[in-house]
């Protein structure tokens, strides 16, 4: 799971941050609005944490601009303002969640996982596929009733393919969601990942559809 | 005083225009009365020797005109000054001794006869339905004329016809006669005219001056008020000012408990924040005996206050009087909206039951913080159904909030909602908008009240004026 993190304060988006990505999230920072606009306009993720009030750019607009254009991904707006007019503006530009500073960081990481998987169309909390379960709250995989020790890169990859179970999954959309902004990657990485992968959870589970992608199938089960 | 835009100029230009406007009228119309007086003196004058002319006027056989005595008494003997006579027949003419032998210049009889006769001297005007004394065309008609020596003469003409001889009779003044006095007069009137104009421009600045001296002391007044030599402005004040001043006087009092009620609440705010900041850095010094598990509870509770305090800070119905009217149902539209969204892990069905002629006397930021709090506090608490309604009386408005939770019962949000433990974090998972919510509703004169809904959970109600 990919989140874009529009922060202009420095100390707080690292900590943010930081929580993340223990939680296996790959994050981008943008530290003010344009940045954050361009990012969320070109890059591909699974959800949002936008500031309200960022340099260059104002946070709402920011959000219409990516309404305007089209980008559905999940937003959540993260400020110190707590109004309910403040609220309401903010969910009319656009947002699916606010959350206002100070925060405890496990709510944000549950929100933020909560808005991952509706926006992948699933309304209950738990994602079954075969053995493979995934639950979504609390972020944790089960094969067959038991905890699924992974990577954060396998555990992304996963999470992708678990919440979009069924359809094929582009190769490079994989790559883009798994990987952050300025690392460096390799083309076959995502291959070594499937395969790792594989021997975790069985070799069935994943198939390969040459040429595309991938597809987690529940069919078979 | 008089600089530009102040009071005392626009009193002042506004009289003096005035005044000159009156002293212009005045002059036209007095120096007009004049005129027609003097040119009335000189016409009965030349009009009386005219008579005097044609009754001493005979015509002999052979047409030729004579009088029967002598016609030149003054100012008539006197020559070359403007003052002749001249009675011309067909056959002879005859002429004043002033005129020195020299014609005098006739207009046509034609023309003079086309003249229009002049009005009858004032005060000789004839009774309103009697005949008149003489008819016009009997009268003399005026005319103008060069003398012998190129002088501007005002003649009186008249025709006459003497034993059957026709005869014109001139009679002329100079017109230095009618413009001298006239002169004169005006030279006199100017200069009253004048001195009355500056004497009533001088009292007008007195007054002015006078006039605007309470202006000067209310400004004295204020100033003593801002630099604290007094609290309030004296209320004994002309008639005119006394408004302003009660004005003044209810902002400085609105000021003061405005400044009175911050105070207070920045001492509550201190004592609310550093008593658990106290307790956070005896914690800290002893980082072996505490964990997050005793520090996060002290954060929150710090953000609470912070939070409470800050909302009422916001609050606009403190910054002045409420105009605003306030339309509530698409703002509880929205707030539903907001609400259903951030709890759309839940299914939760929200009825909302309000018309648009709902309208509050309140400012919407005001009524979103409520009203948002309400719903929050009914969606935290609710197993799946809420209801929101409004119910009008003549000057209020009942928001009212129901939900099917089984959250707080209603002894237990009393206690919350109580002053002295609004803040008391130890009301379970409540939410911190209920003490807020009440302290804003009581700002605009409204109030929060709670019972048990029909849906079996808690109904709170928040009364709030109704805009007129």
Redesign the interface.
């Known amino acids: 799971m990919k989140v874009l993190l529009v922060e202009d304060d420095g100390p707080l988006a690292q900590e943010i941050a930081g929580a993340l990505r223990r939680e296996n999230f790959a994050v981008d920072i943008a530290a003010d609005g344009e940045d954050g606009h361009h990012l969320g306009d070109t890059e591909l993720y699974d959800v949002a944490v936008l500031d309200l009030g960022l340099p260059k750019m104002p946070g709402a607009a920011v959000l219409r601009a990516w309404r305007k254009s089209g980008r559905q991904l999940p937003v959540l707006i993260l400020t110190a303002r707590?109004?309910?007019?403040e609220?309401?503006d903010g969910?009319?530009a656009g947002a699916?969640?606010?959350l206002t500073k100070?925060f405890?960081i496990e709510e944000l990481i549950m929100r933020l996982r909560?808005l991952a998987r509706?926006a992948a169309g699933h309304a209950a909390?738990s994602v079954a596929c075969g053995p493979l379960s995934f639950n979504a709250t609390t972020g944790v995989f089960e094969l067959n009733g038991l905890p699924l020790k992974l990577t954060a890169l396998e555990w992304r990859v996963l999470q992708c393919l678990i919440l979009r179970k069924d359809v094929v999954v582009d190769r490079i959309e994989l790559m883009e969601k798994v990987y952050e902004g300025d690392a460096g990657t390799d083309s076959n990485s995502v291959e070594v990942i499937v395969a790792r992968l594989r021997r975790k959870i069985g070799h069935d589970l994943i198939e390969t559809v040459r040429g595309r992608g991938y597809r987690l199938a529940s069919g078979s089960a | 005083m008089f600089r530009h835009g102040s009071l005392s100029r626009r009193l002042l230009l506004t009289a003096m225009a005035f005044i000159a406007v009156a002293i212009v009228v005045a002059a036209v119309a007095v120096g007009f009365v004049l005129y027609r007086f003097v040119q009335g003196q000189i016409d009965q004058r030349l009009d009386s020797q005219v008579t005097f002319l044609s009754s001493m006027l005979r015509a002999g056989d052979d047409g030729r005109l004579s009088l029967t005595g002598s016609a030149d008494g003054p100012p008539f003997e006197r020559r070359r000054r403007g003052w002749y006579w001249q009675v011309t027949g067909p056959k002879n003419a005859l002429r004043s001794q002033s005129l020195d032998g020299a014609d005098l210049e006739l207009p046509d009889a034609s023309e003079i006869a086309a003249r229009p006769p002049p009005p009858p001297p004032r005060g000789d005007r004839p009774p309103k339905d009697g005949r008149p004394k003489d008819s016009p065309k009997d009268r003399p008609k005026p005319g103008d004329g060069r003398g012998p020596d190129d002088e501007q003469l005002h003649y009186r003409i008249q025709q006459v016809t003497v034993s059957g001889t026709p005869a014109t009779i001139v009679v002329s003044a100079p017109r230095g006669a009618v413009w001298g006095p006239l002169r004169e007069a005006m030279t006199t009137l100017a200069i009253s005219l004048g001195v009355l104009g500056t004497a009533l421009v001088l009292a007008i600045m007195l007054q002015v001056r006078l006039g605007l001296r309470p202006l000067e002391r209310l400004r004295q007044s204020v100033a003593d008020v801002r630099a604290g030599r007094s609290e309030r402005v004296p209320a004994r004040q002309p008639l005119e000012v006394q408004p302003l001043v009660s004005e003044l006087n209810g902002l400085l009092d609105r000021n003061a408990a405005n400044l009175e009620r911050a105070r207070r609440h920045v001492a509550n705010l201190a004592h609310g924040l550093k008593t658990p900041l106290a307790t956070l850095s005896l914690s800290l010094s002893n980082p072996e005996r505490t964990g997050p598990d005793q520090l996060v509870p002290m954060v929150d509770l710090m953000e609470r206050r912070i939070r409470h305090h800050l909302g009422r800070a916001r609050a606009a119905v403190l910054s002045g009087p409420v105009r605003t009217r306030t339309v509530i149902a698409p703002r509880i539209r929205d707030l539903g909206d907001v609400l259903t969204k951030v709890h759309a892990e839940r299914s939760i069905a929200l009825t909302i039951t309000i018309s648009d002629d709902v309208v509050l006397a309140c400012e919407p930021q005001d009524f979103d913080e409520m009203a948002g709090n309400l719903m929050e506090n009914a969606f935290k608490w609710t197993s799946g159904r809420i209801a929101v309604s409004a119910v009008l009386d003549s000057t209020m408005a009942r928001l009212v909030i129901e939900d099917d939770g089984s959250g707080l019962r209603p002894e237990e949000v009393e206690k919350v909602l109580r002053p002295g433990e609004r803040l008391d974090e130890s009301a379970p998972g409540f939410g911190f908008g209920l003490s807020i919510t009440r302290e804003l509703a009581e700002l605009y004169g409204g109030s929060i009240e709670f019972g048990v809904s029909d849906l079996g959970g808690l109904m709170l109600s928040l009364r709030l004026p109704r805009a007129t």
């Open positions: 707590d109004g309910w007019t609220k309401v969910f009319k699916d969640d606010y100070p405890r909560a509706r909390p």
